[in-house]
């Protein structure tokens, strides 16, 4: 079940909040319970099976916060370091049998010649996002960060819980430990969650949904052989700016949810398309998923304090050959995620961020958006055939024209999203607010608009038009 459904936004969210504050409001207990179920629900809606794979991982990730817990209790380190590194293996080894088997069999046999079998293994939604969550539950309870829950559905809560569950944002468990018990839900928490729904909810249905369809068609033609240069550039652009309103739109509806139910998750996204560097694009982007890698594998791997110059570029090397390799079991993914390594050492070590002055500014805005749109235009590739094609494309090789029927059709359908797109990536809405003194006027004025483009959201979305979901593989 996507957030961009009928069903979602007509029949599941209005039955889950009139149960948890109407039925349940005098019993912490029981909305936790209910929580969990329906979150469960909520995952078995599309493929019911995969929901099984959810709860063994529920399960063993219990049992291993309590174990760890009791070892760390006893004075016993050395067990629960032993039963964490258990614990983190059985997660890994889950994702790893799912996302990348089919993968590293199909790479092992065109590169031996072998004809190992194995079965297709169907993905299950957000497997990436919930398996990362479980690591941080047990990692937390191991360094004190939070304390192992006793009931398995509070772990269920924490792990399947449906705002966040498929796409994000990494909830780690120091965050929520506290608010799993002790929560307060307040009508300013659920307007303000309500309000930032809807904003998600748009960005989503009315920006990306509509630039996807550029996108799309941009590798349609270079698929065929005839994307043009002008259209290249066009389908980078849509795509870049699809991603960033898909997945920051998916993250604004989370946060907005968890507010409704009394949970605060931490910002995602800071306006990445602002950065000045590349370095500065990855504080700004999916942050989450940034801190996530930080603190569970940059710093104990030590991270920048070590000594040696080498160790700290295979220390960054190891951070985003991972991040790569999360993002999806293709070479399109692992390259897109070591370029990005490549780009992060030159900066760290080159005095690229001593340039300084207007003049250097531009040239390093310049430069960090020229790789984020490559970086895309990889990340959107079907294989690294596809996305070498496209860049030629991009720049007039392979006799590909300037421009052509279909970037003049797609600009011209497409240019007040493509505008909207634009102006809203950049912090607009903030210095807004800066400068307009709130008053009752300009609350009625905001809720006004907010509520006008909602409605024009679910608009499309009754009608059917195009709702591709990017992070689905992920």
């Known amino acids: 079940m996507l957030f961009s459904s009928n069903t979602f936004l007509f029949v599941f969210l209005p039955a889950v909040i009139v149960i948890y ?19 469960l629900f909520f995952y078995a809606w599309g493929e019911p099976r995969f929901v099984l794979v959810m709860m063994l991982s529920i399960a063993v990730n219990w049992a291993g ?8 209790a006893a004075g016993k380190a050395d067990r629960a370091k032993l039963l964490l590194g258990i614990n983190i293996f059985f997660n890994l080894l889950i994702i790893f049998i799912f996302k990348y088997l089919n993968f590293t069999v199909d790479n092992i046999n065109a590169a031996f010649g072998t004809r190992i079998i194995v079965p297709e293994i169907a993905l299950p939604i957000g497997i990436s996002f919930f398996t ?13 960060n939070g304390e192992a829950q006793k009931h398995i559905l509070n772990v269920g809560l924490y792990i399947s819980f449906f705002p966040q569950l498929i796409a994000g944002p990494i909830v780690r468990y120091e965050t929520v430990a506290e608010q799993i018990h002790n929560r307060r839900e307040t009508v300013d928490d659920f307007c303000d969650g309500i309000k930032r729904f809807m904003i998600g909810f748009c960005k989503k249905i009315l920006i990306a949904n509509n630039l ?23 389908g980078a652009i849509a795509y870049t700016l699809q991603i960033f309103y898909d997945f920051s739109g998916y993250s604004d509806m989370a946060i907005g949810l968890g507010k409704m139910f009394g949970f605060h998750f931490l910002e995602n996204f800071d306006y990445p ?4 560097s590349v370095t500065e694009f990855w504080r700004r982007w999916h942050m989450s998923l940034g801190t996530w890698f930080r603190d569970y594998v940059y710093i104990p791997l030590g991270g920048s304090r070590v000594k040696s110059r080498a160790r700290h570029i295979f220390n ?3 951070v985003w050959l991972c991040t790569g390799i999360w993002h999806g079991a293709n070479w399109t993914f692992i390259l897109w995620g070591l370029m990005y390594f490549v780009l992060l050492v030159f900066e760290r070590f080159s005095g690229f961020s001593q340039l300084e002055g207007r003049g250097a500014n531009v040239c390093k805005y310049i430069y960090t958006m020229f790789f984020v749109i490559m970086g895309w235009i990889l990340f959107r590739a079907d294989d690294l055939q596809t996305a070498a094609a496209y860049m030629k494309a991009c720049f007039g090789a392979g006799g590909a024209p300037l421009l052509d029927s279909s970037f003049i059709e797609y600009a011209r359908q497409n240019i007040s999203y493509l505008a909207a797109g634009i102006l809203f990536s950049v912090p607009v809405a903030p ?33 059917g038009s195009y709702n591709p979901f990017i992070y689905f593989n992920f």
Request: charge should be positive; include cysteine; hydrophobic fraction near 55%.
């Open 21 to 39: 504050y109407g039925l349940l409001r005098s019993s912490r207990l029981l909305q936790n319970i209910f929580l969990c179920l329906a979150s």
């Open 65 to 72: 916060g309590l174990l760890v817990s009791s070892a760390m």
């Open 316 to 318: 960054l090397f190891v």
């Open 132 to 144: 990362f969550q479980a690591i941080s539950y047990v990692v937390d309870v191991y360094r004190g």
């Open 273 to 276: 398309y602002i950065s000045g």
């Open 212 to 234: 996807a369809l550029v996108a799309d068609k941009a590798y349609e033609l270079v698929a065929d052989g005839s994307l043009s240069t002008g259209m290249a550039w066009l």
């Open 431 to 463: 210095a807004l607010r800066k400068k307009i003194k709130p008053s009752l006027v300009t609350d009625i004025i905001y809720i006004f608009c907010l509520t006008a483009l909602f409605l024009a959201s679910i608009s499309f979305l009754v009608k």
